[in-house]
Every structure is written in C-alpha cells, then in structure tokens.
Antibody, heavy 125, light 107 residues
C-alpha cells in the first residue's frame, strides 16, 4: 500500500520561501507523476505542478514564476519550493501520485490515485 | 486561463440520483476526472478518464461525457456520499485544472 507523507514548516514569513517534502513509502517511485496541490481555507483545490521520476516538470502557469518542484529518487521523495510567499499562499498543501499509460503513442493519464493527508502552511509574520 | 465550471451545490434525498456537472471548452478533447473530498480529509479519486471507476469505489458512482460537459452520477445516494466533489481536466498545454467544487448535500 503506497503512502505519501508531506513534511515541512507550518509557518512561513511573508516574502520568504515555502519548502515542503513528500516522502513516498511502500511503492515504486518511477513510472509515475508526482503532484503538489493546495487548498486555501474554505476554498477549492488548486494544482501547483508535477514532476516525473526523470525530473521533467509541468507547472500551473499562474504560479510558474515562483515554483520549483524537484525529485530525489534515492530517497523516494519530491519537494516543493514556493518563493516570495504572501498571505494568499496560506493553504493545506497536498502531494499526490498520478499514473498514466501509453496508448498508441499518446500519454493517457489515469488520475491522482494516492494522496498524502495534507499539511497546513500559514504565511504570517 | 482555462476554467472548469461546476454548480456550487447539489441537494438530493437518500436513495435518489445525484448528477454533478462540469463544463469546460476543452472537455471534448480532454478526459475528466472526479474526486470526492470529505471534511478534513484528502480528496479521493472516484472516476477517471470520463467513465472509469477505480477499484474500491462503489458501483453507484459513474461518469459520462458529452461535448463540453462531463457528469458525475451517484445512483441511490447514501448519507455517506455527502461531500465536496471536484472535477479535473487538462488545458491545451497539459496543465491540470480543477473545477470550483460542488457540495453534495443529502437531505
């Protein structure tokens, strides 16, 4: 049973960098897409970006200028850095696993089937 | 930026059928995915690739798609189905987008 566990500071000061790590337990790291998603208090889900095991990334255009997602396959974990944070970045941050299959040369995604429990990050001085 | 539009709320009595829609211009070319989120919990994938149901998801959950609208249908709604439901799809650049979410209330 694959499990994901987010970790990182729960409080970040405005203008600083938010850093989170997602550890992957009990399953293969390769062959999947690894995403970060956030949810501000009382609001909906927002996809931040994803990375695959080889390090290829795909970001939400609205956050791309501030986001870096990286992977450490030796530790079975991937990380999020969000720079220049403001109060609007206060949210529950989730990591999730996505899978895909190759169909007639095209990548077809199968959804995000495993999620971490989420970690709350507050931006405040 | 690309948007997926969901009704904010849907109400249904136990045993009835709930239908939650998701509208987006790219849906004729992109699959829709559906997630259930209960208070204080992480989302759970209930439908992928428009109509496929992951193992462990009850058969009363089904999905369909027609033109620019995807639909999540819950047949024989139970009290435990009360939750927020989010659709997800990709824009033309491959970036994932979530709908605003629909709160299902079981009366």
């Amino acid at each position: 049973q694959v499990q994901l566990q987010e970790s990182g500071p729960g409080l970040v000061k405005p203008s600083e960098t938010l850093s989170l790590t997602c550890a992957v337990y009990g399953g293969s790291f390769s062959g999947y897409y690894w995403s970060w998603i956030r949810q501000p208090p009382g609001k909906g889900l927002e996809w931040i970006g994803e990375i695959n095991h080889s390090g290829s990334t795909n970001y939400n255009p609205s956050l791309e200028s501030r986001v870096t997602i990286s992977v450490d396959t030796s530790k079975n974990q991937f990380s999020l850095k969000l720079r220049s944070v403001t109060a609007a970045d206060t949210a529950v941050y989730y990591c999730a696993r996505g899978s895909a299959t190759l169909v007639r040369g095209l990548i077809v995604h199968n959804g995000m089937d495993v999620w971490g429990q989420g970690t709350t990050v507050t931006v405040s001085s | 930026s690309y948007e997926l539009t969901q009704p904010p709320s849907v109400s249904v009595s136990p045993g009835q059928t709930a239908r939650i829609t998701c509208s987006g211009d790219a849906l004729p070319k992109q699959f829709a995915y559906w997630y259930q989120q209960k208070p204080g919990q992480a989302p759970v994938l209930v439908i992928y690739k428009d109509t496929e149901r992951p193992s462990g998801i009850p058969e009363r959950f089904s999905g369909s798609s027609s033109g620019t609208t995807g639909t999540l249908t819950i047949s024989g709604v139970q009290a435990e189905d009360e939750a927020d439901y989010y659709c997800q799809s990709a824009d033309s650049s491959g970036a994932w987008v979530f709908g605003g979410g629909a709160k299902l209330t079981v009366l």
